[in-house]
T-cell receptor
Framework: EAGVTQSPTHLIKTRGQQATLRCSPISGHTSVYWYQQALGLGLQFLLWYDEGEERNRGNFPPRFSGRQFPNYSSELNVNALELEDSALYLC???????????????FGPGTRLTVL | AQKITQTQPGMFVQEKEAVTLDCTYDTSDPSYGLFWYKQPSSGEMIFLIYQGSYDQQNATEGRYSLNFQKARKSANLVISASQLGDSAMYFCAMRETAGGTSYGKLTFGQGTILTVHP
């Protein structure tokens, strides 16, 4: 069974540009999560999508947005890129639609975004 | 607010020996889940083991076991018979529900870098 996939692997942008990151969950998983892993800041929760709806978002500005498609894949958009947006962006998926505390999140390989 | 603390920035272990990675957590909710992930230098987060707050027994998965002490709010990961491939960053994480509603997110600790020596 294929795991969570993310594209692109690496992305280089300049300040002020927009970045689009993509994620395909494990087959049968309906929930998708996005995390940012920046140097010195650890792993920070960005967004949670379930059944096409945004269920929760972390403490990030509105220029971080996303969506979930009918096939449960997801897209993360970062507008007006800033230097501090340089990070590894990890996508995860889980099986249980309710997002119970028992629900295990499985992660993809990540997209490394570099903002110059 | 929930909080996860990993107090060991780095740990060293000899191949074939056991090692314990510490994790303490803080939550006021009675229902929560605790997870351990491994992150090799490639960056991908690999799920290792899960412990639920209501589980009566400590979780085990192959060479991984979780020493869950609920009263002390600790969930230490024990890796037995360490292998060179175990060298990686290890994260403890918690998923909390509040009044039966999940916020979806995992809150991660700062991580512990484990180095296995031959």
């Amino acid at each position: 069974e294929a795991g969570v996939t993310q594209s692109p692997t690496h992305l280089i942008k300049t300040r002020g540009q927009q970045a689009t990151l993509r994620c395909s969950p494990i087959s049968g998983h309906t929930s998708v999560y996005w995390y940012q892993q920046a140097l010195g800041l650890g792993l920070q929760f960005l967004l949670w999508y379930d059944e096409g709806e945004e269920r929760n978002r972390g403490n990030f500005p509105p220029r971080f947005s996303g969506r979930q498609f009918p096939n449960y894949s997801s897209e993360l958009n970062v507008n007006a890129l800033e230097l501090e947006d340089s990070a590894l962006y990890l996508c995860a998926s889980s099986l249980l639609a309710g997002g119970a505390s028992t629900d295990t999140q499985y992660f993809g390989p990540g997209t490394r975004l570099t903002v110059l | 607010a929930q909080k996860i603390t990993q107090t060991q920035p780095g740990m060293f272990v000899q191949e074939k020996e056991a090692v314990t990675l510490d994790c303490t957590y803080d939550t006021s909710d009675p229902s929560y889940g605790l997870f351990w992930y491994k992150q090799p230098s490639s960056g991908e987060m690999i799920f290792l083991i899960y412990q639920g707050s209501y589980d009566q027994q400590n979780a085990t998965e192959g060479r991984y076991s979780l020493n869950f002490q609920k009263a002390r709010k600790s969930a230490n990961l024990v890796i037995s018979a360490s292998q060179l491939g175990d060298s990686a960053m290890y994260f403890c994480a918690m998923r909390e529900t509040a009044g039966g509603t999940s916020y979806g997110k995992l809150t991660f600790g700062q991580g512990t870098i484990l180095t296995v020596h031959p």
